[in-house]
């Protein structure tokens, strides 16, 4: 099975505070993806990333950066946490384009709950 | 129209009932929907995936309406653990894997 490991599954963090969102996954997934999901509001996307050193906004990019130096891992940084980052953040991958319509099928991670004070 | 709009429910249905779920989109080049199933406090999971007409899963059938631009979900025979939400997906034109999640509906089976 394809598997999404995120780093944290909890965190409380203090405003202003940096942080480290890991994400890896162990299929060779080409595709890698960043969401946040707030009751009311779904699942919202921040960035996505379709190759190594590549990223991509999404919808809601705004006080978040991503790093992808490895193909199996994503990273989302909060340079600077605010209480409105506070959130479910999921993970996803998926294969690239062209393999049987793989690219939309995602498999997430298990989410990592961030609380900022 | 927004991108992808769903009922948020619930919807509480008894076990053994039939119950469906209908989720619009806006998008009329879209190809492709995808129905993902988000349990309590757990992460999605692909349900199924609707290319043409419709696709049947043993008790779930995906409907595409393109006329009406929308897809349905009928699950019959209802189970307690079909309790869940159901999150209705279009993919973004011209992004590969770059997905619209409706805000879903939720599910509630009862004994």
């Known amino acids: 099975d394809v598997k999404v490991t995120q780093s944290s599954r909890y965190l409380v963090k203090r405003t202003g505070e940096k942080v480290f969102l890991e994400c890896v996954q162990d299929?060779?997934?080409?595709?890698m993806f960043w969401y946040r999901q707030d009751p009311g509001l779904g699942l919202r996307l921040i960035y996505f990333?379709?190759?190594?050193?590549?990223?991509e906004k999404g919808d809601i990019p705004e006080g978040y950066s991503v790093s992808r130096e490895k193909k199996e891992r994503f990273s989302l940084i909060l340079e600077s946490a605010s209480t409105n980052q506070t959130s479910m953040y999921l993970c996803?991958?998926?294969?690239?384009?062209?393999?049987?319509?793989?690219?939309?099928?995602?498999?997430f991670g298990a989410g990592s709950r961030l609380t900022v004070l | 129209r927004k991108e992808v709009e769903q009922d948020p429910g619930p919807f509480n249905v008894p076990e053994g009932a039939t119950v469906a779920f209908n989720c619009t989109y806006s998008?009329?080049?879209?190809?492709?929907f995808f129905w993902y199933r988000q349990d309590c406090r757990k992460e999605p999971k692909l349900l199924m995936s609707v290319y043409s007409s419709g696709n049947e899963d043993g008790r779930f059938t995906a409907q595409l309406n393109r006329a009406s631009q929308y897809i349905s979900l009928l699950i019959r025979d209802s189970k307690l653990s079909d309790s869940a939400t159901y999150l209705c997906v279009v993919p973004r034109g011209g992004s590969q894997g770059n997905l619209i999640f409706g805000k879903g509906t939720k599910l509630s089976v009862k004994p």
């Open positions: 996803a991958s998926s294969y690239r384009t062209g393999r049987a319509s793989g690219a939309n099928v995602l498999t």
């Open positions: 998008n009329s080049a879209s190809q492709s």
């Open positions: 299929m060779d997934h080409e595709n």
């Open positions: 990333s379709y190759d190594v050193k590549m990223k």
